[in-house]
């Protein structure tokens, strides 16, 4: 007999410089692929609308304010791994503040990558949305990751 799925929510953004860099946080003391590369991401939490917790997670990990008329969702996917999630993720194309390291007990470097020097280790979901945007920019389109 197969369970009821039970989903977690979670949000990406994607902050773009003015040299098509994309920002990314590499991970520690998380346990879900520390020493890897992500994008700035969390849970959405109950109550919120996952523009609310994209805005709440950007201002806590990377210290910056962002108006929701500023923010695109880009990419949808269903990640299947011990937990199964429903990651949104969101283009953010202006913000206020300077970008700094807003959680350093979970976040040992932040670094700007192209597309020709996307790093090896950057965490599967990260990865799907990174790969959408050089491919298309700003469709907006669904995608499953399966962990076997």
């Known amino acids: 007999m197969k369970r009821k799925p039970h989903f977690y929510w979670a949000v990406y953004?994607?902050?773009v410089n003015e040299n098509n860099e994309i920002l990314m946080l590499k991970r520690q003391n998380t346990g879900y692929y520390?020493?890897?590369f992500c994008l700035p991401s969390g849970h959405i939490e109950s109550g919120e609308?996952?523009?609310e917790s994209l805005l709440r997670e950007m201002k806590e990990e990377v210290c910056i304010d962002i108006q929701q008329e500023n923010i695109t969702p880009i990419g949808i996917s269903q990640r299947i791994t011990d937990e199964e999630y429903i990651d949104i993720c969101y283009y953010i194309q202006k913000w206020a503040g300077v970008i700094?390291?807003?959680e350093p007990e979970k976040c040992s470097e932040m670094k700007r990558?192209?597309?020709?020097?996307i790093p090896e280790n950057i965490t599967?979901?990260?990865?799907v949305m990174v790969q959408h945007w050089f491919k298309y920019h700003t469709?907006?389109?669904?995608y499953t990751y399966k962990e076997e």
């Open 13 to 15: 953004g994607l902050i």
């Open 34 to 36: 520390d020493e890897y």
């Open 49 to 51: 609308t996952s523009e």
């Open 100 to 102: 700094k390291n807003g």
């Open 113 to 117: 990558f192209w597309k020709d020097n």
């Open 124 to 127: 599967p979901d990260s990865n």
């Open 139 to 142: 469709s907006l389109k669904y």
